[in-house]
DNA sequence: GCTATTAAGAGAAAAAATTAACAAGCTATT
DNA sequence: AATAGCTTGTTAATTTTTTCTCTTAATAGC
């Protein structure tokens, strides 16, 4: 690891692609890949495939390929979910509720173990209807006494936008280490917490554009 | 437009942050901005900003910066964004819900003029709850007949994982022109129907590297 | 056990993207 | 009308990322 300085970010993003292609060859009970069928799989360069992996270790077998599920287990270490991380979900609209039943967050070792919203309990009825209350909403004023007691190291934001800087800033002084924030409106937060916005928009932007050209 | 052959992937991707902080400039009242303003906020480097631009056109002042509005125009035209783009929603659970009253969408230009269902009847209450049905839940085998009837280009996959394929080879037989799949599975379609993978643990794997890293 | 075949790993080369530097152009001021 | 002060657009330099080529190692068949 001393031979590489640096990791393209972009090596990181391919990553957690072939963490998903590779939990898609467990499941048709493969059990070892070539660089080239992961690149086939993913749309990209098998030369690219084995670099990524190189910057990290040796994790294949010259003449065979890669053990499916021994690679799966070297990219959860590398990307750090090899151990739970809890989360807390703030804003539970259409969208939050989606996240609180989402069940490929567990695969990842992703636990959803807190729920805030302005008024807990008109969203009680919304979502225990379909799928029974997986954690219990709590009001959203006592966010920073319930991430601090319950270990929680992510905040997701699906707030309105109006109300996700406030949220952030919240999280923030709740000494939360990185936000995800999936509402539309872009945030801000200190260097010292990771930050992440996921915009629908976006994906559909990029979409339409090569539609377009 | 001549001037260059190829336009970086990172460059589209970066156009539609600037989008949406030109938005939140806008909101603020801002009628210019130069490009070490929208580099800052975006968390780039200026002479990004101004080469990004660049590429596809001259739309700032020298001496002055760019005018909000008129920057956001331009992006807006080039993303394709400018004209209404019809869009299909395919799995009416929460997170399909939470797509059909999405705000966001239509300042983008984005319009859903349908969605489907495998049950429809299941669904009515559920949306209806809070905010009304601003579309008629259609059964899923309706797909192909109203997705020509009604000109829709884009379908976006809201499915639980196991249908998320399914779905999009109807979409495709339907002749969709493109395709967001926000389902857990990465699917996959012919070269000629373009396709956007959206995960959430993606971004969650992501965030979470760089906070072990 | 030897050989042919296969596929990873390493390093070099090529391509692409980002950043820096600067000339050109606009505005405001005197 | 000339000049000073900014900020763009562009070219050049640098850095980063991707791809190619070649070497090495493992396996399977004979």
């Known amino acids: 690891m001393a031979k590489y300085s640096k990791i393209p970010e972009a090596t990181i993003r391919r990553l957690s692609n072939y963490l998903k ?4 060859l467990e499941t048709k009970n493969e059990k070892v890949a070539s660089s080239a069928l992961i690149a086939n799989i993913c749309n990209v360069n098998a030369a690219q495939v084995r670099k990524d992996f190189a910057y990290f270790g040796e994790f294949g077998i010259r003449g065979m390929g890669y053990n499916v599920k021994e690679l799966k287990r070297h990219i959860k270490e590398i990307l750090g979910i090899n151990r739970e991380w809890r989360i807390a979900v703030v804003g539970i609209g259409n969208m939050g509720s989606a996240l609180l039943v989402y069940k490929d967050f567990l695969k990842q070792n992703y636990k959803i173990v ?3 919203d302005v008024q807990p309990e008109r969203v009680i009825g919304h979502i225990s209807e379909r799928v029974g209350r997986p ?3 709590l009001h959203v004023e006592r966010l920073k006494e319930v991430v601090k007691a319950r270990n929680i190291e992510i905040g997701i934001i699906t707030t309105p936008p109006q109300e996700a800087q ?3 800033d919240w999280l923030v002084d709740a000494n939360i280490k990185g936000i995800l ?3 539309p409106s872009p945030v ?3 260097e010292h917490v990771k930050l992440r916005n996921l915009f629908f928009t976006s994906a559909l932007d990029n979409l339409v554009y090569y539609l377009s050209n």
């Open 21 to 24: 292609c590779l939990g898609d």
């Open 114 to 116: 807190a729920a805030f």
């Open 135 to 137: 954690v219990e909403i």
């Open 166 to 168: 406030k949220v952030a």
């Open 181 to 183: 924030n999936l509402s």
């Open 188 to 190: 801000r937060t200190p």
